[in-house]
């Protein structure tokens, strides 16, 4: 527990600073100043603030384990543009992400294995829980979660998406052409079946 209380009082220290500085960010609106939205990874090797040259008020920041359009991440997506005013969304996945080039099978495995670690077994149908973050075609994954996202019902035409790729080594985001292009508003109603 020693680790633990450690812990809490660095983050209490820091937080206290924190809480000193002075800055205006109370003043601030809700709704983001940049109108952007921002879907990421949650790896702690991202700091998506820094990476996008914004600061507290920009943007909203939705993380979840690969970036992944879950059904989560989406909802969150429509209450950004439809309640507080987003008009463009990022959707960034990154280099070196443990999801990469795994499947949903891995992905099983290694959750099973860090429980079992950890005392708890579990049967293996309740490890289907994880299943969908997986991506192993990582390409393929941007493009499909632009796609799902673009596709949802509650998305407005008028928010812009587009795909993007962090180099967690270099630092550099590039955009991904066929990502951006699957998050294009449908010509016509092309969803009318549907
Ligand atoms: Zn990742």
């Known amino acids: 527990m020693a680790r633990h209380?450690?812990?809490?009082?660095?983050?209490?220290?820091?937080?206290?600073?924190?809480?000193?500085?002075?800055?205006?960010?109370?003043?601030?609106?809700?709704?983001?100043?940049?109108?952007?939205?921002?879907?990421?990874?949650?790896?702690?090797?991202?700091d998506p603030l820094r990476f996008a040259g914004l600061r507290e008020g920009d943007a909203h920041v939705i993380r979840n384990a690969g970036g992944r359009a879950?059904?989560?991440?989406?909802?969150?997506?429509?209450?950004?543009?439809?309640?507080?005013?987003?008009?463009?969304?990022?959707?960034?996945?990154?280099t070196r992400c443990v999801l990469a080039g795994a499947t949903d099978a891995d992905v099983r495995r290694r959750v099973r294995a860090g429980l079992r670690e950890a005392g708890t077994h579990v049967a293996p149908a309740r490890l289907h829980g994880v299943d969908g973050l997986a991506m192993p075609d990582p390409a393929q994954a941007l493009v499909d979660d632009v796609r799902r996202i673009r596709e949802h019902p509650l998305v407005s035409a008028a928010v812009e998406i587009s795909g993007w790729v962090l180099d967690v080594a270099s630092g550099r985001l590039a955009e991904v052409p066929e990502a951006t292009a699957a998050g294009r508003p449908l010509a016509g109603p092309v969803g009318a079946a549907g």
Request: glycine content about 2%; overall charge positive; hydrophobic content about 45%.
């Open 5 to 46: 209380a450690t812990t809490r009082e660095r983050l209490l220290e820091a937080n206290e600073r924190y809480a000193a500085r002075p800055r205006s960010a109370r003043a601030l609106p809700a709704e983001p100043a940049r109108q952007l939205a921002i879907l990421t990874c949650m790896d702690a090797r991202l």
């Open 70 to 94: 879950s059904d989560d991440a989406i909802r969150s997506l429509v209450l950004s543009a439809a309640v507080l005013g987003t008009r463009e969304w990022l959707v960034v996945h990154h």
